[in-house]
């Protein structure tokens, strides 16, 4: 596993094996900050300046709705595509990085939660579902919790019925498999062949946001959204636990202080410490990091530490044995 993130984006070799795309990185309302654009500060902000006047492959300070896209490459050579969150810049990231990463379809989708930033692309996804104008397709297997299809059920009420009311034209809209999953670390899944372990955690003190343990060779945990990781959650990313993790990836809204529904950069930094994966990649940043500068401070702070840590960047390729 390698994750040179200082580096552009590399696409894969053919018949490569299980590498995971990140195809957002940056916060609920991206990078650049619109106001920064609108109403630019003297002198202005240069991460959003960056961000808006370089091609994306080129730079990374440009930041979409956090979503992880995992290439599972199983025993017989066959590839499946699990994708972890579908925010408001799905659309946006398919033309950015599937194009780029050579990424044919998607074969499973897992939710985090039901926050606009995690599921507004779901209408999207019809546009990279095989093309059937009276919809006869196999549906798209979606894992959630009950919280989750709830909400969903309001925001997008046509595609979660199963039956056409009496008179009701047929309209072409994504075709979705929605399976509830349980917001506990005792109640396992599969996804495309993949066994996901969910990691309740708070996103404030008011609600529960999941994160995912998976991968057998190389243990990841996915952690995208979370102001406190409770104990039991703690346990299971732990050494004595499912033992220690090869990568952490977690959430660091802001680069000092602290957060009411997410963690900062601080905070982060502490559960790295506490956890000690062998790897740790931030996401969910605001403009307020810098890709290059920070990541500096950062690989000062691993030397230190001994845990090595980094910055995520869209479009960043990480190889690795699931």
């Not at 995971?20 to 990078?31: A, D, H, K, N, Q």
Request: charged letters at 20%; hydrophobic letters at 35%; one cysteine or more.
């Amino acid at each position: 596993m390698s994750a040179d993130s200082n580096h552009h984006p590399a696409p894969p070799s053919d018949g490569a094996g299980s590498a995971l795309i990140f195809l957002g990185t940056g916060c609920s309302s991206m990078v650049p900050n619109m106001l920064c654009l609108l109403q630019p500060a003297d002198p202005p902000c240069n991460v959003c300046f960056q961000a808006l006047s370089v091609p994306p492959e080129r730079n990374p300070n440009y930041r979409c709705n956090t979503s992880l896209l995992i290439d599972y490459c199983q025993n017989d050579g066959k590839h499946n595509y699990m994708l972890i969150d579908v925010g408001k810049t799905f659309r946006e990231t398919v033309l950015r990085w599937f194009t780029f990463h050579k990424i044919p379809r998607i074969d499973s989708i897992i939710l985090t939660h039901e926050h606009a930033d995690a599921v507004l692309g779901l209408d999207d996804i019809r546009a990279v579902q095989p093309f059937s104008p009276t919809n006869d397709i196999d549906p798209t297997p979606i894992y959630l919790s009950r919280h989750s299809m709830d909400s969903i059920a309001e925001k997008f009420p046509y595609l979660v019925q199963k039956k056409l009311k009496k008179g009701q034209e047929i309209r072409r809209v994504a075709q979705m498999d929605w399976k509830i999953i349980g917001d506990d670390c005792n109640q396992p899944f599969y996804a495309s062949g993949l066994k996901f372990i969910p990691l309740p955690v708070m996103h404030g003190e008011d609600y529960i946001c999941l994160g995912f343990l998976f991968g057998e060779n190389n243990k990841v945990a996915y952690i995208s959204d979370v102001s406190r990781i409770p104990a039991s959650t703690e346990y299971v990313i732990s050494k004595s636990g499912a033992g220690q993790l090869d990568l952490l990836i977690l959430d660091a809204l802001y680069k000092t202080g602290s957060h009411n529904v997410h963690f900062c950069l601080p905070q982060a930094l502490e559960v790295v410490k506490k956890l000690c994966p062998k790897q740790t990649l931030l996401i969910g940043m605001t403009h307020e990091f810098d890709y290059h500068k920070d990541n500096e401070y950062l690989m000062e702070w691993s030397r230190r530490e001994g845990i090595p840590v980094q910055l995520a960047r869209d479009g960043l390729r990480v190889p690795i044995d699931l």
